[in-house]
């Protein structure tokens, strides 16, 4: 079975700098996709980046980028810039390629951006 | 599009009583998938559903069950309700094949909660 650990319940970042959020894996597929989704205070869930287990480059968006090491099954969160808006739990999640849309999440991290 | 939308958004049972949650998917889409999220056990796969037939399913009892409909519409039943089961469940969905098939977007929520 798949699992996905995020060693950090919390981290802190003052507005406009970068904050890093660490993820790491396990699974011994090796087409899958792994995604990073924020939950805000409102508890809605929004998708900030995936990336394809088969791409080498980094996924990339606006001030969200991504640190995937496929050989150490890690996938790192950077946030560039942060912003006021970007407080929010972050879960980092895992879904194979083998088929059905299932998301095996880890425990997350809860962002606090201060001004 | 419209998004995912979910009702009720609140609810308050009492323990041995049963309910049932629905689920509207993004239109075009043919995956539902069942989230629960509480405090202690975070984020669980309850189930998935594709063109009305349950594709992948997680380990809870048998007390939960769901259905599709052939609009893609779906339910979930909680049968015989726990105190444990006080919880936030979320819905998301895709469009089930193809190759962006790989990204959910997840419901408001509906919040449940047991006395």
């Known amino acids: 079975a798949q699992t996905v650990t995020q060693s950090q319940p919390e981290m802190s970042v003052q507005e406009a700098e970068t904050v890093t959020l660490s993820c790491t894996y396990d699974t011994s597929e090796s087409d899958y996709y792994l995604f990073w989704y924020k939950q805000p205070p409102s508890r809605q869930m929004i998708l900030v980046i995936r990336q394809e287990a088969y791409k080498q480059q980094n996924a990339t968006e606006n001030r969200f980028s991504v640190n995937f090491q496929k050989a150490a099954k890690s996938f790192s969160l950077k946030i560039s810039d942060s912003q006021l808006g970007d407080a929010a739990m972050y879960f980092c999640a895992y879904r194979t390629g083998a088929g059905g849309s299932r998301l095996t999440f880890g425990e997350g991290t809860q962002l606090t951006v201060n001004p | 599009k419209a998004g995912v939308t979910q009702t009720p958004r609140y609810l308050i049972k009492t323990r041995g009583q049963q309910v049932t949650l629905s689920c509207s998917p993004i239109s075009g889409h043919r995956s539902v998938s069942w989230y629960q999220q509480t405090p202690g056990q975070g984020l669980q796969f309850l189930f998935e559903?594709?063109?009305?037939?349950?594709?992948n399913k997680g380990n809870f009892p048998g007390r939960f069950s769901g259905r599709q409909f052939s609009n893609s519409r779906s339910e979930m039943n909680v049968s015989t309700l726990e105190l444990g089961d006080s919880a936030l469940y979320l819905c998301?969905?895709?469009?089930?094949?193809?190759?962006?098939?790989?990204?959910?977007?997840f419901g408001p929520g509906t919040r449940l909660t047991v006395t």
């Open positions: 559903y594709f063109s009305e037939t349950q594709r």
């Open positions: 998301a969905s895709s469009s089930g094949s193809g190759a962006i098939s790989y990204e959910q977007y």
